[in-house]
């Protein structure tokens, strides 16, 4: 968390370069970072406990980053 790019990110940037490079599809990097505990934090607001929890918490940290990566896109919100 103190700005500097760990070995996941590096990873995740060359995968996004090979990907634009093959495709020519713009990339976009998102900031992830903190979302898993956003996640359980929402998990645990609607007491989601147990294996449904096991079962849901990356879908959810995933909706977290898109509707990061969408406010970002309209910043007027």
């Not at 995740?12 to 370069?17: D, G, K, P, S």
């Amino acid at each position: 968390m103190d700005g500097t790019e760990g070995d996941s990110a590096k990873s995740a940037r060359e995968f996004a370069a090979a990907l634009k490079e093959k495709t020519g599809i713009i990339v976009r990097m998102q900031d992830e970072r903190g979302t898993t505990i956003t996640a359980h934090n929402l998990l645990n607001a609607t007491n989601t406990r147990g294996k449904k929890r096991k079962n849901v918490v990356d879908s959810v940290a995933a909706t977290i980053i898109l509707q990061n990566y969408l406010d970002s896109q309209n910043p007027t919100k």
